[in-house]
């Protein structure tokens, strides 16, 4: 029976993994990830929990429906906040799908870290480990600025943008670098993180925490048009937007085999 759990688990980890890391290379390619991925994922992925469940552990079934409920409204919440995309709240509650609690039959030896929230709300472990390794790129993007400010003499922030404010300006800071206009042109998945405004003839220029697609050309060829006229020189706020959907796949990978990071960190904080 252990043998036949583990193979369900077995199955339900390499599904997701699949889904997981095509839908991260479609993100990081496109910037889109097509619904017909989460459509295919999703059947297989409720069949196959509910399967395992019900042969194996039935008195687990309602803990399926409220890990699953509770995973897709945090989902939604953060989607309509501004904090996930599409793509990564619908990769999140496929998550739920398959991988609700930890594959214990499958992988519990190898989990040195597993947490208390692993076992009955995994997919929120997955999301704190794609959180931590998000913010370990926030930690280099501000060492890059703050070298490049050094290296250079030059200031991070010119113009109206000394008067915004210093927590707009952190964000900046952990969340993109300095680059040339035409690099920014060329760089599709470069996104500005600077606009400019005109009052009275004069053009300002002011920070932008939420880059989207729709506006992003023009953007661009206003700060290319600002900086032929000579009215700002040719260096401007962008960021990567790195997909979501890479942190969590990799967050998946580190709890499958490590287990949850956070916790391990306050386990050792606390002694």
């Known amino acids: 029976m252990q043998e036949t759990q583990a193979l369900i688990e077995a199955a339900k980890v390499c599904l997701t993994l699949i889904f997981f890391i095509y839908a991260s290379w479609s993100d990081h390619k496109t910037r889109e990830v097509?619904?017909?991925?989460?459509?295919?994922?999703?059947p297989p992925a409720f069949a196959l929990t509910f399967a395992e469940l019900?042969?194996?552990?039935?008195?687990?079934?309602?803990?399926?429906?409220?890990?699953?409920?509770?995973?897709?409204?945090?989902?939604v919440i953060l989607f309509y906040a501004g904090g996930f995309g599409g793509a990564d709240a619908k990769a999140l509650m496929c998550l739920a799908l398959a991988l609700p609690f930890y594959p214990q039959e499958l992988l519990a030896p190898l989990s040195s870290q597993a947490s208390p929230i692993m076992n009955v709300f995994f997919p929120l472990t997955v999301f704190s480990n794609s959180v931590l390794l998000a913010a370990l790129t926030a930690i280099y993007l501000l060492i890059r600025n703050l070298t490049w400010r050094r290296r250079t003499g030059r200031a991070l922030f010119e113009g109206e943008q000394n008067t915004e404010a210093f927590s707009?300006?952190?964000?900046?800071?952990?969340?993109?670098?300095?680059?040339?206009v035409k690099r920014l042109k060329e760089k599709w998945h470069l996104y500005p993180l600077e606009d400019l405004e005109k009052k009275e003839n004069v053009t300002k220029r002011k920070l932008v925490l939420m880059p989207k697609d729709e506006g992003r050309n023009a953007i661009v060829e206003r700060l290319e048009n600002a900086v032929e006229k000579g009215e700002i020189q040719d260096l401007v706020w962008a960021t990567p937007?790195?997909?979501?959907?890479?942190f969590m796949t990799a967050g998946l990978v580190i709890a499958l085999i490590y287990g949850d990071v956070i916790w391990a960190l306050i386990s050792f904080l606390m002694g």
């Open 34 to 42: 097509s619904n017909n991925v989460w459509v295919l994922f999703a």
């Open 54 to 75: 019900f042969l194996f552990d039935f008195s687990a079934l309602p803990f399926f429906g409220l890990c699953f409920g509770l995973t897709a409204a945090f989902a």
């Open 168 to 180: 707009k300006k952190l964000i900046v800071l952990v969340t993109g670098y300095k680059v040339s």
């Open 241 to 246: 937007g790195l997909p979501m959907l890479i």
